[in-house]
T-cell receptor, first 114, second 116 residues
């Protein structure tokens, strides 16, 4: 079945450091890929998405490129801020019998210190 | 736009009682809503898919008689945890799909259920 694997956390960085959170997936067909962010005490918010191979999703300085050859969708940001501290979830939406459903990775906790 | 609310945000109930959680799409109509359960430091586990006007589709291993889902209108879905036990204590999150056929989901803030 479909699955998403994220790098183990938690990740702790200093402000202005470079961020990478790895995400790889297993799916049949051509899934859509998403990054969601969950700030403390809040619900999940869509951060960015990509719907086909080589698409780059971007938002708020975050980027992720849909790499079909490596089945990856790594999240990057050039300079993190304290306000980026949150839990980040990689997710895929696939077709077939799972049409419309999202499969989530386990989440990566990011803490940014001043 | 695309705001989803949940009520209540926190609830404490005694073992054996039932609890209802509401999920509302505030500024759009949602033909499909989803209910998830999130354990501490773990990912979201899809419990069921709720379609307006029809029976919910439950994921394998989820007891449909225990977790009753009703999607009576295009803006409201409810999850009722019946005869709750301490092991049902968890964070329950709903989401709504904005467009028919789209994968993108908008999430509510979640409901913390504690069963004593």
């Amino acid at each position: 079945g479909d699955s998403v694997t994220q790098m183990e956390g938690p990740v702790t960085l200093s402000e202005e450091a470079f961020l990478t959170i790895n995400c790889t997936y297993t799916a049949t067909g051509y899934p859509s890929l998403f990054w969601y962010v969950q700030y403390p005490g809040e619900g999940l918010q869509l951060l960015l998405k990509a719907t086909k191979a080589d698409d780059k999703g971007s938002n708020k300085g975050f980027e992720a490129t849909y790499r079909k050859e490596t089945t990856s969708f790594h999240l990057e940001k050039g300079s993190v801020q304290v306000s980026d501290s949150a839990v980040y979830f990689c997710a895929l939406g696939a077709g077939g019998t799972s049409y419309g459903k999202l499969t989530f990775g386990q989440g990566t906790i990011l803490t940014v210190h001043p | 736009g695309a705001v989803v609310s949940q009520h209540p945000s926190r609830v404490i109930c005694k073992s054996g009682t039932s609890v209802k959680i509401e999920c509302r799409s505030l500024d759009f109509q949602a033909t499909t809503m989803f209910w998830y359960r999130q354990f501490p430091k773990q990912s979201l586990m899809l419990m069921a898919t709720s379609n307006e006007g029809s029976k919910a589709t439950y994921e394998q291993g989820v007891e449909k008689d225990k977790f009753l889902i009703n999607h009576a209108s295009l803006t409201l879905s409810t999850l009722t945890v019946t005869s709750a036990h301490p092991e049902d204590s968890s964070f329950y999150i709903c989401s709504a799909r904005l467009l028919q056929g789209a994968y993108e989901q908008y999430f509510g803030p979640g409901t913390r259920l504690t069963v004593t």
